[in-house]
């Protein structure tokens, strides 16, 4: 039986608790009377996945048996998430992999012929053969690449047609192959509550001009958090756009949850918690400190990069979106969530190697600043657990590094936009559209394997509620010139940083460490 | 004792001397640093060896040298410079009987990305056409191009009916076969008409033809290049084809080159490399007969094998049966026909 997560007090006897600081780990002391949020362990996995799936596709939810829905001459699509979820990337076969095996057996019995598979990016790069062969699998792979198995563009203007406008007005667009299929099954994988349900489709299918609907300021500040999607403006926008597109063509929901079994045996130190760790975790950690201390940091990330997470299934739930989705949604919370009482005057967050947007690259400092303030932070429901006004810590060597082949728009926001001005609301009336409509990132986005050129902004965006709530960001081991350019404060130690926050929380504040990963959604009282 | 005392060491030296007194009595007998005497009768004529048709090749240890060598050697060097992207490996994952592999001709490199596209199964088992008036020139080049490739001489200047038996011998004793039926490298790189003897020995043994398209390797080494240049290259594989019962020799050829020809097209020829659905299914994996086996390992040794799984859909199935293999006289051509061993992977 799993331990559900924990609210540990510091007191004299707790040993120091583990930061990630990108590519590198630390240990920290950590004040008496601190809290240190610990995730629930990792639940037992289906023992058959293939059966589930099989069982699922058989007895879907609010619809018909995939089965039934499937017959000779009828054009199929199936969509799926690109790489980045989850993360790490998961040790072989993918979910989505086993899902879609199931499936195109199916397709095949039913003598369908036309059927095409599309990677749902949205505005992310495009994969590489390998990160897809690694998603789908061989079998998948070598039947249906290229031409069958490819990624959706979301700046071909052939290859997407404008659905119309939602009730709130918001423009809705859809991959053409998608729109004119008579089926379209989504393949989803969700890891957080904010992955999934309508949003699948709605973004991972959909132009700039549909996804800037809901990813701009306005939305992102209304979501409190966008990880509870019932008080998230985002997901609100995202189920509008999705009812509309399930009134142009017929969608097959399948989505799966995994548990949190993030890190490798031989990283097993970073999934537990620091009172379970043995000897052997102990000399893990003692040699991960040491080699991640002295080795270059090209090195670090390509070893670091090669983790794959032994994930295992917790649940897969096909059928109505609305319903799947509520499955589902149950499921991750049944994973990672974790009762915290009252908020804290000081949060503390470790920041790691790898976020969303930069598996297989360096994280950037925009990208730092979008995992640690954009997700880490808003892992909350009903309040964050930072006071209004608190000191959000982080700790995350900051370089200036960038990835010119992944992030070639962020070289440029970093280097001219936030030179000018950190302002969430600022940079999107100046700079967003200049960006997005950019030819040479537009090119670089659909030929080359980068990020489209708005994607800077929403990773800044996304940390936009985070920044208007605390009270001042302290980042620490970081660059201090890539800091003062993020607009944040710099510290060299966390004891440093703690002296720096009581200048704005005063003396004697309460403090909570946010052990993640593995992630946890704190439901704050 | 030490090692270079007692009886051992003495004969060791013994037999060195042995062996030096022998070599120094042959070159002083032939004259090695002298003309040739005059009081010597003059050379007859030279009596040719008779043609080797290399199966020594085929045979054990050979085998498990090429395949050392494959491994460690040329199919790394083949990935390194081509990165080759296979197209329709599935067509040749499990193949029951043997078969041709027609492909275009462009580059000396043409051989070595076929062996790499075949995958270990069916490479093991796969014998090549080289050109004997070329490779087989010089003795000790054919020998070694044998020993890495598996060549066999094949004549492209006559003497039809032999090379038409000993390449059917090679299909009979269970080799696939690799022909470019172009006859040589193309000098231009594009596709030059093919000769009919592809489908004459497919039509004489029944064999059916797996059509082979390469894309790039005349960049990598075009005729009169000596050394290889990196450069990425694309094998597509087709569906195997067998000859109708009333097509003859240069309709099925026509039909082969043709199904190279719609290879080389973007995109991919369903046609040719059969619909998704009969690659889907080719592809299934084979399901492990102890998967859930509770039976104890020592009933599972004494029962017959089970039948894997998922080999409903063959792509031979449809194809002429194939006359019984022939009675072997002796233990040597028994050999040369031996299945791959059971040591080696069968899964590419």
């Known amino acids: 039986m799993a331990r559900p997560g924990a609210v540990i007090e510091v007191d004299r006897n707790t040993p120091p608790v583990l930061f990630h600081f990108g590519e590198g780990v630390r240990l920290e002391k950590l004040p008496l009377g601190a809290r240190i949020v610990y995730p629930p362990d990792p639940l037992d996995p289906i023992a058959h996945p293939e059966r589930a799936i099989k069982r699922a596709l058989a007895k879907p939810l609010d619809d018909d048996p995939l089965k039934s829905l499937l017959r000779r001459g009828m054009k199929l699509t199936i969509a799926f998430d690109d790489l980045s979820l989850p993360l790490p990337p998961m040790a072989a076969p993918d979910v989505r992999q086993l899902v879609m095996e199931e499936v195109i057996d199916m397709a095949a019995e039913a003598g369908v012929e036309d059927i095409h598979l599309i990677a749902a990016l949205g505005l992310h790069r495009r994969m590489t053969a390998d990160e897809i062969r690694h998603i789908v699998g061989d079998r998948i792979f070598s039947t249906f690449w290229p031409d069958r198995l490819y990624q959706h563009d979301g700046e071909d203007p052939e290859a997407n047609v404008y659905i119309g406008k939602t009730s709130a007005g918001e423009d809705v667009t859809l991959h053409r192959r998608a729109a004119e299929s008579d089926l379209v099954i989504y393949v989803n994988l969700t890891l957080v509550p904010m992955d999934g349900g309508h949003k699948s489709m709605a973004t991972g299918l959909a132009t700039y001009r549909g996804i800037r609907e809901h990813h701009n300021v306005k939305t992102l500040m209304s979501s409190l958090s966008y990880m509870n999607p019932p008080d998230s403006a985002l997901h609100h926008s995202c189920i509008r756009q999705g009812q509309l597109i399930e009134d142009t063509v017929r969608v097959f929901h399948i989505e799966t949850t995994v548990n949190n079994r993030a890190f490798p045996s031989i990283a097993n130190f970073m999934q537990k918690r620091e009172t379970d760790w043995t000897a052997q975790d102990q000399a893990m950690f003692l040699g991960m400190k040491q080699f991640t201390d002295i080795a270059p940091p090209a090195f670090k990330r390509s070893v670091f990069h090669a983790m794959r997470a032994p994930y295992g299934l917790t649940g897969v739930h096909a059928g109505q979106v609305d319903a799947v989705h509520e499955k589902t949604l149950e499921a991750v919370r049944n994973q990672i969530s974790v009762r915290v009482e009252g908020q804290t005057d000081i949060v503390t967050i470790g920041v790691p190697y790898l976020g969303p947007y930069n598996v297989n690259a360096p994280m950037n400092p925009v990208l730092v600043v979008c995992m640690g303030l954009g997700y880490l932070f808003n892992f909350y429901k009903n309040k964050p657990v930072l006071r209004k006004g608190g000191v959000a810590i982080l700790t995350h060597p900051c370089r200036y590094e960038f990835d010119a082949v992944q992030h070639p728009s962020y070289i440029d926001f970093y280097d001219e936009v936030l030179a000018d001005t950190t302002d969430p609301q600022e940079i999107e009336t100046k700079y967003e559209l200049r960006f997005a409509e950019d030819p040479w990132f537009r090119q670089l986005y659909r030929k080359s394997h980068a990020y489209h050129g708005a994607h800077p902004f929403y990773a800044w965006y996304w940390a936009a509620h985070a920044m208007d709530h605390a009270g001042d960001i302290i980042i620490v081991g970081g660059d201090r010139d890539v800091v003062h350019r993020l607009g944040f404060k710099c510290a060299t130690t966390l004891e440093d940083a703690f002296e720096m926050a009581e200048q704005t929380v005063g003396r004697y504040p309460s403090v909570t460490h946010l052990r993640m990963p593995p992630i946890l959604l704190a439901d704050v009282e | ?348």
């Open chain 2, 1 to 348: 004792m030490t090692w270079y005392s007692g009886e051992g060491f003495s004969r060791l030296t013994g037999a060195v001397g042995d062996a030096v007194r022998d070599v120094r009595q042959v070159r002083r007998g032939w004259h090695w640093d002298s003309p040739r005497p005059r009081t010597w009768p003059e050379q007859g004529s030279v009596v040719p060896a008779r043609a080797s048709d290399l199966s020594w090749a085929r045979q054990e240890p050979v085998r498990t040298i090429r395949f050392l060598i494959q491994r460690g050697l040329l199919l790394p060097f083949t990935e390194a410079m081509a990165h080759p992207k296979v197209e329709g490996r599935e067509w040749v994952r499990d193949l029951e009987r043997p078969v041709i592999f027609a492909a275009n001709h462009s580059s000396h490199a043409d051989t070595s990305l076929i062996l790499h596209a075949l995958g270990d199964r069916a490479r093991d088992r796969t014998v090549v056409a080289a050109a004997a008036d070329y490779w087989f020139k010089r003795p000790l080049l054919g020998n070694i191009v044998s020993l890495f490739l598996n060549t066999f001489p094949f004549s492209r200047t006559g003497g039809a009916q032999a090379q038409l038996h000993s390449s059917s011998q090679l299909l009979k004793s269970g080799w696939n076969l690799v022909l470019f039926p172009e006859g040589s490298r193309s000098p231009d790189g594009r596709i030059h008409e093919f000769k009919a003897g592809v489908g004459h020995l497919a039509n004489e043994t029944g064999t059916p033809v797996v059509p082979l398209h390469i894309r790039g390797a005349y960049q990598i080494m075009p005729k009169g290049q000596s050394l290889p240049l990196p450069g990425p290259v694309r094998v597509r594989i087709g569906k195997p084809m067998s000859p109708q019962p009333d097509e003859g020799s240069r309709q099925f050829t026509a039909r082969v080159e043709k199904a190279v020809r719609a290879l080389a097209l973007e995109p991919a020829q369903p046609d040719i490399q059969g619909s998704w659905i009969e690659r889907w299914r080719l592809m299934k994996p084979r399901e492990l007969p102890y998967e859930e086996s509770t039976e104890p390992v020592q009933a599972v040794e004494t029962t017959t094998p089970p039948v894997k799984a998922g080999r409903k859909e063959r792509p031979l199935s449809t194809a002429r049966a194939l006359p019984a293999p022939p009675e072997k006289p002796d233990g040597r051509a028994r050999s040369a026909a031996a299945p791959p061993r059971a040591s080696r992977p069968k899964h590419p």
